[in-house]
């Protein structure tokens, strides 16, 4: 279960800039969109400034992550002097989803992945919670870092691309 929101809608709305946020939101799908049926996400929706898609296999949620967040930087980076640019907000998570409602994505860890990515992740981070770091720890190309937050009642992860020795950036 990948949860993603985009920085800066609300204050935008507040500030009298609600049509320039929806721009970003609009161009924030077209870029996202494309990401997750690559990576082969079964479900994608839209909400407001959140995408919500279901995978099959917990690693492309987090790839289809670290892609989005690749390809939302880029984009920024030809934003207009003095916009704020977008920046993805991602939470995973990985267990069982019940087809209920509208949304057809129900319980614990929906739930969990939507606290990380809409509430606590900041922009670029990629928030995961403890079953996506027991199903990932051994990855060689991804590092996590627990997070201690007494603000939720679960423990989640930081992940981040590894740095490949003799390399600048992640």
Known sequence: ILVMDLTDFTSSCFNGREIQAFLRILDAQKICVPVLREHDAGLIRAFAD???????DVGRALDAAFEMHRRVQRSGERALAGDNPPRCCIGIGYG???????NLAMGDEMNRASK???????GTETLVT???YQAL???KDVEFERIVD???RF???RASRALRPGSAQA
């Open 50 to 56: 959140d995408l919500v898609a279901l995978f099959d």
């Open 96 to 102: 069982e989803v019940y087809a209920i409602g509208p």
């Open 116 to 122: 990380l990515g809409e509430d606590t992740a900041r």
């Open 130 to 132: 403890e079953n996506v």
């Open 137 to 139: 720890r051994d990855r």
């Open 150 to 152: 007494d603000t939720w």
């Open 155 to 157: 423990p989640y992860f």
